[in-house]
């Protein structure tokens, strides 16, 4: 269950990674919503989605649940909430409405009745976090929080705040001081925020957007210079602002944020914890802080034609340019071949001029340690730091003098099911160095560099490594300013044009995948070893393979990842190419012999046969030794390739000659997988999960 659990975590990371991207976290630059934020929230998410872009993704997964693991989640919540009390149930229905909704990005809106092209925000009033975003249905997305009332027996008090109604569910004991969980709807905006004990009529206002702040996010301008700066368009715009953060601790009546935290700490009788330093010591950790003072993130471009096109950008802004002037000059050469234009399964490149290495720590060390402090705590830390010495770093760098960057490519890779080893690999490993002779003469004097010589005239030799692997080979040498080590034709064509690539610094890291090739590789790993496979996801590696499968391939995306140093701090920048038309479309009707492989991935076991018909009705049987002991009717309805089944007839026998008993209808549903030959099902209820394979009868 932890493992489902993990992947789960990893795959809604996945998908929150994907709503980024398409900006549908927020409001930016939009004044109705920004009018309403204060001028110092801590943070703000904000942005408006384009109609073509969220056509796009409407049918693409949001989370890779099933029936049956949504309810070995939920069955693990509710055993680990002993009190049971209403406000934990409260959460667990709502918890439990997403998961059994949220299948894709098209089933979630149109549950909770949304509208994600008009403006939507999420941002920090002092301590209190408020969201905002637009409704299509107001009636559904009430029904979504009645329910989850009716089934915790968590009923909502209604009161009026300026002239509007809302609906508040107190999330603290009754004998403990008020905590509500405030939900509103005007105008076609729904907003969420809380209240609590402290607050007065003129903070609930300002929470629910009645009345404005003293001074906006809109007023600031904050907003605009982040655009103007950074290039950030209206889809999506995002600052978490460290330094306010730290002065809310250490200053707190210098923002909403610090005004709220004292008031509470007070109303508890305790000090803040910065009471306990002196005034020289917040004051040179503020400084510190002041000179990280913002992550913004935003995106800068976007198109929707056939292929949807992302591009976006977050900056850890530093404001000191000799820190920014020794981190640059760390900046090395990523090899080209890294980048997804090169047609890779996936590429993985760093940057790191080797040369600058210790001057540059040695930079940043004398900045940290040399600088006069009157702060206690930093003293002591600085102390501390004193028993380094970047300078031992020379002796690691000068046997590796001259390197600037390495990259790793990955273009093909065939696999063998009685093998271990692939059958047949294309791929490229780079070292970009102006002087190749010390990376050389470290791999002489490895036990596997005695038994290889690279030539150094710019010819290529055949490296054979069949002590690792019976018959592998790979070619070797240097071309041009790179040191090479690849095998296969895509390699090779990569190669030559390394040939002619200079060295110029160009970042620190990149990284490019291309999810549907790696699905493809995913469902070429052999059944003998992807029946053992341990991915956290399924108890079954086969389903578990064609689950990872599944959830790259919808995706139809390739992702170009790269972190740099740029004048303003530390960059990353993420371009997105999507085509969701690549997914095939999966037409169940038909007759069937159904395989179970849930444990044998390759043929699997016969489990009865099925007719799926066109006018929506199906039926089941199970045979054995000539004998139906199984069979079910049912009605089925499909969006996209999630097949869902309504059982309206189940019963079974244990012998041919007993009666036939009448089962509990339980729904259930399966994602179709293109096959060779008819389609795969990765099916799940509430009891089990299995991967059948529907193969045509004639």
Same mark, same amino acid.
């Given at each position: 269950?932890?493992?489902?659990?993990?992947?789960?975590?990893?795959?809604?990371?996945?998908?929150?990674?994907?709503?980024?991207?398409?900006?549908?976290?927020?409001?930016?630059?939009?004044?109705?919503?920004?009018?309403?934020?204060?001028?110092?929230?801590?943070?703000?998410?904000?942005?408006?989605?384009?109609?073509?872009?969220?056509?796009?993704?409407?049918?693409?997964?949001?989370?890779?649940?099933?029936?049956?693991?949504?309810?070995?989640?939920?069955?693990?919540?509710?055993?680990?909430?002993?009190?049971?009390?209403?406000?934990?149930?409260?959460?667990?229905?709502?918890?439990?409405?997403?998961?059994?909704?949220?299948?894709?990005?098209?089933?979630?809106?149109?549950?909770?009745?949304?509208?994600?092209?008009?403006?939507?925000?999420?941002?920090?009033?002092?301590?209190?976090?408020?969201?905002?975003?637009?409704?299509?249905?107001?009636?559904?997305?009430?029904?979504?929080?009645?329910?989850?009332?009716?089934?915790?027996?968590?009923?909502?008090?209604?009161?009026?705040?300026?002239?509007?109604?809302?609906?508040?569910?107190?999330?603290?004991?009754?004998?403990?001081?008020?905590?509500?969980?405030?939900?509103?709807?005007?105008?076609?905006?729904?907003?969420?925020?809380?209240?609590?004990?402290?607050?007065?009529?003129?903070?609930?206002?300002?929470?629910?957007?009645?009345?404005?702040?003293?001074?906006?996010?809109?007023?600031?301008?904050?907003?605009?210079?982040?655009?103007?700066?950074?290039?950030?368009?209206?889809?999506?715009?995002?600052?978490?602002?460290?330094?306010?953060?730290?002065?809310?601790?250490?200053?707190?009546?210098?923002?909403?944020?610090?005004?709220?935290?004292?008031?509470?700490?007070?109303?508890?009788?305790?000090?803040?914890?910065?009471?306990?330093?002196?005034?020289?010591?917040?004051?040179?950790?503020?400084?510190?802080?002041?000179?990280?003072?913002?992550?913004?993130?935003?995106?800068?471009?976007?198109?929707?034609?056939?292929?949807?096109?992302?591009?976006?950008?977050?900056?850890?802004?530093?404001?000191?340019?000799?820190?920014?002037?020794?981190?640059?000059?760390?900046?090395?050469?990523?090899?080209?071949?890294?980048?997804?234009?090169?047609?890779?399964?996936?590429?993985?490149?760093?940057?790191?001029?080797?040369?600058?290495?210790?001057?540059?720590?040695?930079?940043?060390?004398?900045?940290?340690?040399?600088?006069?402090?009157?702060?206690?705590?930093?003293?002591?830390?600085?102390?501390?730091?004193?028993?380094?010495?970047?300078?031992?770093?020379?002796?690691?760098?000068?046997?590796?003098?001259?390197?600037?960057?390495?990259?790793?490519?990955?273009?093909?890779?065939?696999?063998?099911?009685?093998?271990?080893?692939?059958?047949?690999?294309?791929?490229?490993?780079?070292?970009?160095?102006?002087?190749?002779?010390?990376?050389?003469?470290?791999?002489?004097?490895?036990?596997?560099?005695?038994?290889?010589?690279?030539? +150094?005239? @710019?010819?290529?030799? =055949?490296?054979? $490594?069949?002590? /690792?692997?019976? #018959?592998? &080979?790979?070619?070797?040498?240097? %071309?041009?300013?790179?040191?090479?080590?690849?095998?296969?034709?895509?390699?090779?064509?990569?190669?030559?044009?390394?040939?002619?690539?200079?060295?110029?610094?160009?970042?620190?890291?990149?990284?490019?995948?291309?999810?549907?090739?790696?699905?493809?590789?995913?469902?070429?790993?052999?059944?003998?070893?992807?029946?053992?496979?341990?991915?956290?996801?399924?108890?079954?590696?086969?389903?578990?393979?064609?689950?990872?499968?599944?959830?790259?391939? +919808?995706? @139809?995306?390739?992702? =170009?990842?790269? $972190?740099?140093? /740029?004048?303003? #701090?530390? &960059?990353?920048?993420?371009?997105? %190419?999507?085509?969701?038309?690549?997914?095939?479309?999966?037409?169940?009707?038909?007759?069937?012999?159904?395989?179970?492989?849930?444990?044998?991935?390759?043929?699997?076991?016969?489990?009865?046969?099925?007719?799926?018909?066109?006018?929506?009705?199906?039926?089941?049987?199970?045979?054995?030794?000539?004998?139906?002991?199984?069979?079910?009717?049912?009605?089925?309805?499909?969006?996209?390739?999630?097949?869902?089944?309504?059982?309206?007839?189940?019963?079974?026998?244990?012998?041919?000659?007993?009666?036939?008993?009448?089962?509990?209808?339980?729904?259930?549903?399966?994602?179709?997988?293109?096959?060779?030959?008819?389609?795969?099902?990765?099916?799940?209820?509430?009891?089990?999960?299995?991967?059948?394979?529907?193969?045509?009868?004639?």
């Amino acid at each position: 269950m932890q493992k489902w659990i993990g992947a789960g975590v990893l795959v809604a990371v996945a998908g929150a990674g994907l709503a980024w991207q398409q900006g549908w976290l927020g409001g930016a630059g939009s004044e109705p919503l920004t009018a309403y934020v204060p001028a110092d929230t801590v943070l703000y998410i904000g942005g408006q989605a384009d109609a073509n872009q969220l056509e796009h993704i409407r049918k693409l997964p949001l989370m890779a649940n099933s029936q049956f693991q949504a309810k070995q989640l939920l069955t693990e919540l509710e055993r680990s909430n002993r009190r049971q009390t209403p406000q934990s149930q409260f959460a667990i229905a709502l918890f439990a409405d997403f998961i059994s909704n949220a299948n894709t990005y098209g089933d979630m809106v149109e549950h909770y009745g949304l509208d994600l092209t008009k403006p939507q925000a999420i941002y920090m009033d002092g301590m209190v976090p408020v969201i905002r975003f637009g409704l299509k249905d107001e009636a559904t997305f009430w029904q979504v929080l009645d329910k989850a009332s009716a089934e915790s027996g968590l009923q909502p008090r209604e009161v009026t705040v300026g002239s509007t109604p809302t609906k508040l569910w107190r999330l603290s004991p009754e004998d403990d001081k008020a905590l509500e969980l405030a939900v509103n709807v005007r105008d076609g905006v729904a907003t969420i925020t809380a209240f609590h004990f402290l607050d007065q009529d003129a903070d609930q206002q300002q929470r629910l957007a009645l009345t404005k702040p003293a001074q906006s996010l809109a007023d600031s301008g904050e907003l605009e210079q982040l655009q103007k700066t950074y290039k950030f368009d209206e889809s999506m715009l995002a600052l978490v602002h460290f330094q306010r953060l730290a002065q809310g601790f250490l200053q707190p009546e210098s923002n909403g944020f610090g005004q709220d935290l004292s008031a509470l700490f007070k109303a508890q009788d305790e000090r803040l914890p910065a009471e306990e330093m002196d005034a020289a010591c917040r004051t040179e950790v503020l400084d510190m802080i002041g000179q990280m003072p913002r992550l913004v993130a935003g995106n800068t471009n976007s198109s929707s034609g056939k292929v949807l096109k992302m591009h976006s950008r977050s900056v850890l802004e530093i404001n000191n340019a000799e820190v920014v002037g020794a981190l640059s000059s760390l900046r090395g050469h990523v090899p080209g071949h890294t980048g997804h234009s090169d047609g890779q399964i996936i590429g993985v490149g760093a940057g790191l001029d080797i040369d600058n290495l210790v001057p540059a720590a040695t930079t940043l060390f004398n900045k940290m340690t040399a600088t006069e402090s009157s702060c206690r705590q930093i003293r002591r830390m600085q102390r501390d730091m004193n028993g380094a010495n970047p300078a031992m770093m020379a002796m690691f760098t000068g046997m590796v003098q001259g390197a600037k960057g390495l990259g790793f490519s990955l273009y093909d890779l065939k696999l063998d099911g009685n093998s271990p080893m692939p059958t047949s690999y294309d791929f490229l490993f780079s070292i970009a160095t102006s002087n190749p002779q010390p990376l050389l003469g470290m791999l002489a004097m490895s036990p596997m560099g005695r038994q290889i010589q690279i030539p +150094t005239d @710019g010819s290529l030799t =055949d490296v054979d $490594l069949s002590f /690792i692997a019976p #018959g592998m &080979s790979i070619k070797a040498g240097i %071309q041009g300013n790179h040191l090479v080590a690849f095998s296969g034709d895509k390699a090779q064509q990569a190669v030559d044009k390394l040939k002619d690539e200079s060295l110029e610094a160009n970042g620190l890291m990149r990284v490019s995948a291309d999810y549907g090739r790696f699905a493809d590789l995913i469902d070429a790993i052999p059944p003998m070893f992807a029946s053992e496979m341990n991915t956290g996801m399924s108890e079954s590696g086969c389903v578990a393979q064609a689950q990872l499968s599944h959830m790259l391939r +919808t995706q @139809g995306a390739s992702v =170009d990842y790269t $972190l740099d140093i /740029i004048d303003q #701090g530390v &960059s990353t920048d993420i371009s997105l %190419q999507m085509d969701t038309t690549a997914v095939k479309a999966v037409n169940p009707v038909g007759r069937y012999t159904l395989m179970d492989q849930t444990y044998d991935c390759a043929v699997g076991e016969a489990q009865g046969t099925e007719e799926i018909r066109a006018d929506k009705t199906g039926t089941y049987t199970f045979t054995h030794e000539g004998c139906d002991l199984y069979r079910t009717e049912y009605t089925w309805s499909q969006e996209g390739n999630l097949f869902s089944i309504t059982p309206s007839k189940i019963e079974s026998r244990d012998i041919c000659d007993a009666e036939w008993k009448q089962e509990e209808l339980i729904s259930s549903q399966c994602i179709l997988l293109p096959a060779e030959e008819g389609f795969r099902c990765i099916y799940s209820d509430e009891e089990r999960e299995n991967l059948f394979h529907y193969v045509p009868r004639s």
